[in-house]
């Protein structure tokens, strides 16, 4: 059969065609030779890489009409293809194609060859160093601190010995925390109240303005109580921490539950009116109080109440296991970190802000590391590993629990991205309605800000029975932050100095200076009463 060849413009049988391929490398080159005194060196590069590029292609359909050459009733010409092959000097097509891909490989890697094409940048700079994966480099460090920390470990065992006390997780103090846990238990009373006030609202059996003061009273009492029982009692910092974590969650739900209640009011309100916008017409109005919703939203990963969430298909049992084998290592790991290093960098320690400036910047700075190992375990032990069990167990299917903030290139990032659950929460019970009532933007952030600030200080203050307030000015000193690393972002347009002004002022500095200032504190607190 007979083939176009565009090349020259007449008809070619197929055999031709793969005759004339064979030789065409030197007849490139020869074609190259004769226009060398008229061309430069770059132009014969040139024609030699499209040349290269049209035999590879050529080649490779070549073969292909080769190997589906048919006549006009469709009968496959071997005995033509056999011929020319023949008419070749004997050789099969197969080795006729080797020496062709050999060839080939000669033109086309000569030295002539352009090398470089194309301007590119190292994989190390700065314009393309987020371009490129780092994953090798990223095990390096990953085998690095292992074993540097390994070698400290050992170190340390060697020199001062096992440090760590039986008493660490239990001990007879904590029978006397019986009233804790007792309050502890009796939290879901609050919850319960708060349904029974719904479910009159729902049946309009008391007024609206008589709904929001029940509210009000239920949620206050569900903070004021713990604190009570926490200062009557003398009881241990642990045991304290852990009930008003308790509280400041119930006590969230509750506001959640309460204010999302109100709002379905309205709109249920507004639809039966025929009032309902056509914006919002897209929403669930069935306002139902129902009680097995209620104890679903208490129970589940989750601060912002809603009828009926996204839902996981099955359980799985196996994976499971492996996150609580996950957590009661990482527990155990962070229980070694604190009675290992941390308790004695702390109690040879000085109050910094009545010691030596300098001895107080080195024992912040020696407790930095081993606080900041600690941050990031409890960290991954509750919102990683603690929050997805739950979310499992239960089915609860948007696990977003946190976002990549240790990618934050400010502040506020890092505040938007860390803890969702109560990132959610604000935004959705703080922030817009105080939008919707006019409040500009920026006080609307600082009100956050002020929130967030008093319940780190309840968390921690109530449980040691100390009222500095530093837990509070720690929060309240990112306000400043915030605006100094959202001016050096768009200033500089660097996301690498928000984001190491985040971790040096958060992490090495910030939390090792609370630490030391709240246990001083607690120590002259136990001394004074002893």
């Known amino acids: ?17 793969s005759l004339s391929m064979r030789r065409r490398p030197r007849a490139g080159a020869d074609k190259a030779s004769a226009e060398d005194s008229d061309t430069t060196s770059s132009s014969k590069m040139t024609v030699f890489s499209l040349e290269a590029e049209s035999l590879v292609n050529g080649s490779q359909r070549d073969r292909g009409q080769i190997g589906a050459a048919v006549d006009g009733g469709g009968r496959v010409e071997n005995k033509e293809l056999s011929g020319n092959a023949d008419n070749d000097g004997g050789e099969k097509v197969g080795n006729g194609e080797q020496r062709e891909d050999a060839n080939l490989g000669k033109f086309t890697y000569r030295p002539s060859a ?14 393309a160093i987020f371009k490129q994966s780092h994953a090798g480099l990223f095990n390096l460090c990953i085998v690095v601190l292992v074993a540097v920390n390994s070698r400290l470990i050992i170190e340390n065992l060697m020199k001062y010995g096992w440090l760590i006390q039986a ?20 939290l879901p009373i609050f919850p319960v109240a708060a349904f029974i006030v719904e479910k009159l609202a729902q049946q309009k059996y008391i007024s609206e303005p008589v709904v929001v003061t029940l509210h009000i009273l239920i949620t206050s009492a569900t903070i004021l109580y713990p604190v009570l029982m926490i200062l009557r009692f003398d ?28 709002d379905m009011r309205v709109l249920a309100k507004s639809v039966d009116k025929g009032e309902a916008s056509s914006v919002s017409s897209t929403s669930n109005y069935c306002y139902d109080v129902s009680f097995k919703s209620l104890v679903y939203f208490m129970v589940a990963p989750t601060l912002c109440y809603q009828t009926s969430y996204p839902r996981s298909a099955c359980i799985r049992k196996g994976w499971v296991v492996r996150q609580v084998i996950k957590l009661v290592i990482f527990t155990g790991l962070m229980g070694f970190i604190v009675e290992q290093y941390i308790n004695p960098i702390v109690k040879n320690s000085q109050h ?17 590391v081993p606080n900041l190992y600690v941050w990031l375990c409890m960290f991954y032990c509750f919102f990683h590993l603690w929050l997805n069990i739950l979310a499992e167990l239960l089915r609860f299917g948007d696990r ?25 929460w604000m935004v959705r019970h703080i922030y817009f309605p105080c939008l919707r009532n006019g409040i500009p933007k920026g006080v609307a952030v600082l009100i956050a800000f002020i929130v967030s600030a008093i319940f780190h200080e309840l968390c921690i203050a109530v449980p040691c029975h100390i009222f500095k307030f530093w837990a509070f000015f720690g929060i309240m000193v990112q306000v400043p932050l915030v605006m100094i690393t959202s001016y050096l972002q768009d200033k500089f347009r ?15 500095l910030g939390q ?5 200032l709240y246990y001083h504190d607690l120590m002259n607190r136990k001394v004074k009463t002893a």
């Open 1 to 17: 059969m007979a083939i176009l060849d565009e090349s020259v413009g007449t008809t070619t049988s197929s055999a031709d065609l």
């Open 114 to 127: 352009p090398a470089h094409r194309r301007i590119k940048e190292s994989p190390l700079s700065s314009d």
């Open 167 to 186: 008493g660490f997780w239990f001990s007879s103090t904590s029978l006397r925390d019986w009233p804790l846990l007792m309050c502890c238990l009796s």
């Open 235 to 262: 009881s241990a910092v642990l045991s304290g921490v852990t009930l008003m974590l308790f509280a400041c969650i119930v006590w969230l739900k509750l506001v959640s539950y309460a204010h999302t209640s109100y």
């Open 352 to 368: 910094p802000l009545k010691g030596n400036l300098l001895y107080a910047i080195e024992r912040v700075l020696k407790l930095s």
């Open 400 to 424: 977003e629990f946190y976002k990549d903030w240790w990618n934050a290139k400010t502040v506020e990032e890092y505040w938007r991205m860390w803890n969702m659950p109560v990132h959610k």
């Open 494 to 508: 660097n996301s690498m100095v928000g984001n190491m002004i985040f971790w040096c002022f958060f992490s090495i």
């Open 512 to 516: 090792p200076m609370c630490l030391l």
